[in-house]
Each structure stands twice: as structure tokens, then as C-alpha cells.
């Protein structure tokens, strides 16, 4: 099924939210999404962007944003400041109608504010990045902050369990000995929103030593898959890993299973891939060696069929029985095979095929007036909202059922304080399980939004 703007408008919303939108979330659920509040539009988006008396957050008149979280200010478990570099984020229910946030910060070794070793949940104490948890109650007002990891290395994405955990993942190959790392690092970790200590700080090590940026777990099967951000060449690899302890719940990762990487037989690179609901079936081939011991897992010998690389391989989701994942841009300047300003892919582990869902670019039939999708999560409408990663003014752009691109936020801070804005790229977008409010991180300075207002 072909997924151009031609198409969604003739068939409507459902073939949209169906195919594409529907579990591109975040952090909620189609079940979730669709108890929001919702009114028939005719109009695309929800009109211009005001600017920001306060020079934060621009958004739709209407809309109003709360700052939840700032970077340096004080944790409120007093364990130190608020760490920088907010990336990846996931809201979960809890009783009462509060929601809890489990947010990663992108730590490298230069960051300036680094997440606070607190004893219990530190891999390597020489790493400065980990998650943070808020606890928000049923108005929203935030009640708790606290670590829920630390000693943990770029902690880009991840993504959620059917247990409601979040799986943080480290996107970096460092070794002990590089960058005055103590422990080896590319790992996946778990943790636990409610009670982080229950969880600790163990690596998943079976569960592959790479760049990880997201992951989602099949709930029927437990199928773990994961992506692999490697933006020069060799690209990434789209994984999956079959658990010993199939949704064994909290700590069952631990475990261990088979770690195996896609093949398109005759399809080195997904990127020369341009027409949407272009479908191939596909192998799993075993990972030769998944601690990268000796050589990084994308450049190990997979036998005589090779096996298939993109660029930038980012948001992983699981929906509609299968598994959606992104790539954010290809780029033949950087060693891809063809260029393309973002691809949405879907595979259906029933049939054991991958299909070309969606392609933004100028030449698509949905482009982003900016730079190339990054973080996506269903909204509220049965569309989706999308983080830009890029240059220049940094936007969450929302798409609509029919295909329409419209701003939903800019970030207006002028991070350098010079007069001249130096935009930090959003991230972590993500609903509350109700749909009526959506969470985004400012990755740079550091904070976290949350914004109401009248969705439909």
C-alpha cells in the first residue's frame, strides 16, 4: 500500500493513523490517544506560531507550556542539579491520575552538568550520563526528581517495555580506557519509573555492544528490536533479540538470548529504496559477535550475503503487529547509496517483510519545511508529531491524518545569550496516557515542557 499524500487524502485518516501514526507513540498507546478530546477540523495544524514573551517556547494561540524541569537547577531529591543534554523521554500512568517521566540525558565526558553518581544506580562513575525521573500528580505539578540511572554513557533513546519500564540506550562504542571511561559502553539498561532502585544499573550485554538509539518490544512474542545510529560509513543495522525469558517483566533481559540483524537479500543499503509501500522480504543472520570484542558488529563478516546497512537509524515503535522504525536522513556525500531527507519503515515479523511506509524530502510527497525527523510520537488527532534535528530554528512539526505539515512548537531561546539564537533541537516528544498533554525536551539548555491546550 502506497503511503503518498495522494493516497492518504483519498483514502482518509485511517489509512494514515492505520499504517503509519497510529503507534508511532512515545510514550502513550492507541487506546490512550484515542480518549483525548476530539473535534472535527477542517484547517491544517493549529494556526501560526506566537512568539514568547518569555523567549522560551513559541506555540498556536491557545496553547499554553509549563517548564517542568531546567537544567542546574536542584534535583528535588537534593542529589544535585538537574543534568544537561535532555534527549529521549517516555511518560507512564501511575494511580491517582499522576504520570511519571523517565527522561535520558546525552552525556559525553565534556558535558557540564552530568548526572549525580548516587550509590545503587552507577555503572561507571567516570560516565556522566543516566535518566532522570519526574513524578508529576493529577494536575500536573511536579511532586518528584530524582536519578534513575547514572554512570552511563550518551543515553540517546530508547523505549518502552510491556512491563512499563524504559530501556535507556547508550549510543556510543567507547571502551574502558577511551575518554577515561572505566567500563566498556553501548549498551541497553532498564529502568524502573516507579522505583529505580529495583532496577539498578546492569547492562543488557546480550542484547549487543553498539551505537543503540531506540528500541521496541513485540508484546505478544517479547521480540526485542533495536536501531543502530551510525551516521558515516559502514551504516547502522536494524536488529532484533530473542530473550531467554520471553516479557519475563523486570530484570528477565537479563537473561540473555540471540542477537540477529536484518538482511534484504540483494539490498545493501535501504536508502536507494524511494517509492512508498515498496516491500521485500527479509532474513535474520545471526551476529557473529554481539560484545564487538574485537571489531564493531556492523563491519563483522555475516557470510556470503552481506547484510543491510542505513544511515542514521533512530525511533523504533512498535504497532499494528509489526515494528516501525526511522531513518533520519541518507546522504551519497556521506558514502550513502541515494539521498533522502527521512524514511518511516515497517516490518510485519508475520510475513517476515519490511515495507517503505513513508519518505519525506523536497521530492516526497511529505516534506518538513526544516531538517530531517527525529523523535515521533502519535498526537493526539491520530497524526503525528515530529522533533526536527537540525540547523538553524528548531521546530515539532505536527502531520496530520491527511498528510498536511504544520508548526507546533519552536524553540525561541537564545541559548548563547549573544541576541543572535542558537536553537537546541527538540526531543523526546511524548503524550500523558490521557492525550492531553504533550511533553518535549529542549535537548539544549536542558528542559523539559509541558503543553495543554486544545488539542483535538
Not at 94 to 121: I, Q
Not at 283 to 288: D, F, L, Q, S, T
Amino acid at each position: 500500500m502506497s503511503l503518498t499524500r495522494r493516497s492518504l487524502l483519498a483514502a482518509g485518516g485511517i489509512t494514515f493513523s492505520g499504517a503509519l501514526g497510529a503507534l508511532f507513540a512515545g510514550g502513550g498507546s492507541r487506546a490512550a490517544a484515542a480518549r483525548a478530546p476530539r473535534t472535527p477540523r477542517t484547517d491544517r495544524g493549529y494556526g501560526p506560531l506566537v512568539a514568547d514573551p518569555r523567549g522560551l517556547l513559541d506555540l498556536p494561540a491557545g496553547f499554553t507550556y509549563r517548564v517542568l524541569s531546567r537544567a542546574g537547577e536542584p534535583l528535588r531529591s537534593g542529589e544535585g542539579p538537574v543534568p544537561a543534554n535532555c534527549d529521549g523521554m517516555a511518560a507512564f500512568g501511575a494511580d491517582g491520575g499522576r504520570v511519571r517521566l523517565v527522561r535520558n540525558h546525552e552525556n559525553r565526558t565534556t558535558a557540564a552538568l552530568r548526572v549525580p553518581a548516587v550509590p545503587g544506580l552507577t555503572y561507571d562513575p567516570e560516565a556522566l550520563g543516566g535518566c532522570t525521573a519526574l513524578e508529576l500528580d493529577a494536575a500536573g505539578r511536579v511532586t518528584g526528581e530524582r536519578v534513575a540511572l547514572a554512570g552511563t554513557a550518551v543515553n540517546c533513546a530508547g523505549g518502552r517495555t510491556p512491563w512499563n519500564t524504559w530501556l535507556s540506550c547508550e549510543e556510543t562504542e567507547d571502551r574502558a580506557g577511551t575518554s577515561g571511561y572505566s567500563r566498556d559502553h553501548g549498551y541497553v539498561f532498564e529502568v524502573d519509573p516507579a522505583d529505580p532502585r529495583r532496577s539498578g544499573a546492569v547492562p543488557l550485554t546480550a542484547m549487543g555492544r553498539f551505537a543503540h538509539e531506540a528500541v521496541a518490544v513485540d508484546p505478544y512474542r517479547g521480540v526485542v528490536y533495536e536501531t543502530e545510529d551510525a551516521f558515516v560509513r559502514p551504516f547502522g543495522l536494524f536488529y532484533r533479540f530473542l530473550p531467554e525469558r520471553p516479557l519475563g517483566g523486570l530484570g528477565s533481559l537479563r537473561a540473555g538470548g540471540r542477537l540477529e540483524a536484518l538482511r534484504v537479500p540483494g539490498l545493501a543499503d535501504l536508502a536507494v529504496v524511494d517509492e512508498p509501500g515498496a516491500e521485500f522480504q527479509v532474513e535474520w543472520v545471526p551476529v557473529p559477535d554481539p560484545s564487538a570484542a574485537g571489531t564493531p558488529i556492523r563491519l563483522q563478516d555475516f557470510g556470503p550475503g552481506g547484510i543491510t546497512h542505513a544511515q542514521k537509524l533512530e525511533g523504533c515503535y512498535w504497532g499494528d503487529g509489526g515494528v516501525h522504525f526511522v531513518s533520519s536522513f541518507a546522504r551519497s556525500g556521506e558514502g550513502a547509496a541515494a539521498d533522502h531527507h527521512g524514511q518511516v519503515w515497517f516490518h510485519d515479523p508475520r510475513r517476515s517483510t519490511i515495507r517503505l511506509d513513508v519518505r519525506f524530502g523536497p521530492a516526497a510527497d511529505i516534506a518538513l519545511p526544516g531538517d530531517s525527523p527525529d523523535n515521533i510520537c502519535l498526537a493526539p488527532d491520530g497524526g503525528l508529531m515530529v522533533c526536527e534535528d537540525g540547523g538553524g530554528a528548531q521546530y515539532v512539526f505536527g502531520v496530520t491524518e491527511g498528510g498536511e505539515v504544520y508548526p507546533m512548537a519552536r524553540n525561541a531561546e537564545d541559548i548563547a545569550g549573544s541576541g543572535a539564537p542558537e536553537w537546541g533541537e527538540f526531543a523526546g516528544v511524548t503524550f500523558s496516557p490521557d492525550g492531553r498533554t504533550m511533553f518535549v525536551n529542549a535537548y539544549a539548555p536542558g528542559t523539559t515542557f509541558a503543553v495543554t491546550g486544545p488539542w483535538h
